[in-house]
């Protein structure tokens, strides 16, 4: 391995207790933060080696119907398993919410007030199929109304009551493949408006769900969601 | 006493570079490429799992649980920090010590003597094949005082924090810190 870097022992250290699970949240949460400094980054990866490293042996090939319930378990074959349910998707968790969308989005197309703004924007070549969802939460805090316009790539969101608390919204597009992509923070209390761009956009598609998530300020420091579902909705034609 | 060989080294470096390939193919939602990762990497997840968890179900278990998280996340491996292998076995490190935590019973178990938590020892007529890394790992972890590796290692395994290995043994925080980071900082010395 080549010679230590300049890291100081007592980062090495940090960086060590950070890969071995030792710390307590708030320095976790301190520690992690340094990871976005190259050299606490690079022994960080070093420890995770040693650590896996400390714990390796004892190797032996699962039996063959492990790998058949795992292949079962993958997104897309979960139809097929039969036998016993499979994981729920973290948006679907709530499963209140998944059955109390599917009924309002045929009762509901947009809700009314507040109306939209929608800036001008020149008119399409061709007509282009709008597309909407409504995002439902629990029963008293409100719902997101959603068009998106592919023509125009443009999102516009209602929101009519955020209960978020001291937190950013976060919306989601999940598609086949199961994967949250971030859409954004939406603000409470306004009508966000967004051009998602041409990879997002080609994710927000009729059957595709979309979600909102309580973030730290600023959305998920993750890229992928890391807190409670707050709405849930499928996205249709109109 | 097993034999230990020298892995070859370049053939070290093909299958790295081969897993890290098929890693990122997943990434992309390639199947193929998910069963190529299995296939080279199962039977090391595996071990690790049941270092872990006493009950070979409970294994199964979580190394199912582990390829799935391998499924969604593997876009999240950044070749640039670490190889795949480590990553890999990290989620079944990490699935494994939520199955054993999840029932609660840990956070107040006493802890086993540090000593009995040792490498599994290979049989006799087996050849264990390790890289030069694992080599020296291996060695720095026998130059530490007697009990020490096992308590490093017994830690990883369970999950345990500082404040948890304290309140489990019946020790002081601030001895268990003084004592885990005596060891890793020889670790360190050792290992560089």
């Given at each position: 391995m080549s010679a230590s870097t300049a890291l100081p022992e007592e980062d090495e250290l940090i960086a060590a207790e950070l890969a071995l699970g030792l710390l307590a949240a708030d320095e976790r949460a301190a520690a992690e933060a340094r990871l976005t400094e190259p050299a606490f980054r690079a022994a960080h990866a070093r420890w995770q080696h040693y650590a896996v490293g400390m714990i390796a042996g004892g190797e032996e090939p699962p039996r063959p119907s492990i790998w058949a319930a795992i292949e079962a378990r993958l997104p897309g074959n979960d139809a097929a398993s039969g036998a016993g349910s499979s994981p729920l998707r973290w948006w679907q968790a709530s499963t209140a919410l998944a059955s109390i969308a599917a009924v309002l989005l045929g009762a509901i197309a947009l809700r009314p007030t507040p109306t939209p703004v929608i800036v001008a924007a020149p008119p399409p070549p061709r007509p282009a199929a709008a597309l909407v969802a409504v995002l439902v939460g629990d029963k008293d805090n409100g719902a997101i109304a959603v068009s998106y316009d592919p023509a125009s790539d443009r999102l516009i969101l209602t929101p009519t009551?955020?209960?978020i608390g001291k937190r950013d919204a976060e919306l989601w597009v999940i598609g086949g493949d199961a994967k949250p992509r971030s859409l954004g923070v939406i603000p409470a209390g306004e009508i966000a408006k967004r051009n998602p761009g041409i990879d997002l956009a080609k994710r927000i598609v009729a059957g595709a769900t979309l979600a909102v998530s309580a973030e730290p300020i600023g959305g998920s420091p993750t890229g992928q969601p890391t807190g409670p579902v707050l709405y849930v909705g499928k996205i249709s034609a109109t | 006493m097993a034999e230990i060989v020298a892995i070859d080294a370049e053939r070290l470096a093909q299958d790295r570079a081969a897993l890290a390939r098929a890693l990122s193919a997943v990434a992309g939602g390639d199947r193929a490429a998910f069963e190529d990762v299995y296939r080279r990497t199962s039977a090391k997840l595996f071990g690790v799992c049941l270092r872990i968890l006493p009950e070979r179900q409970e294994a199964e278990e979580a190394l199912q649980e582990a390829y799935i998280s391998v499924w969604r996340?593997?876009?999240?491996?950044?070749?640039a920090h670490g190889t795949a292998m480590t990553w890999l076995m990290t989620i079944a490190r990490n699935r494994a010590v939520d199955r054993l935590r999840r029932g609660g019973k840990i956070a107040t178990a006493p802890i086993e003597a540090a000593e009995d938590v040792a490498d599994p020892t290979p049989a006799a007529t087996d050849l264990v094949a390790r890289s030069q890394d694992e080599q020296r790992l291996h060695h720095c972890l026998g130059m530490l005082p007697a009990g020490e590796a096992g308590f490093v290692r017994t830690a990883f395994l369970e999950g345990s924090s500082y404040s948890e290995l304290a309140a489990r043994s019946g020790v002081p925080l601030g001895t268990v810190k003084s004592r885990m980071r005596r060891a890793l900082a020889k670790l360190r010395l050792c290992l560089q």
């Open positions: 009551r955020l209960a | 996340r593997a876009d999240t491996f950044d070749a």
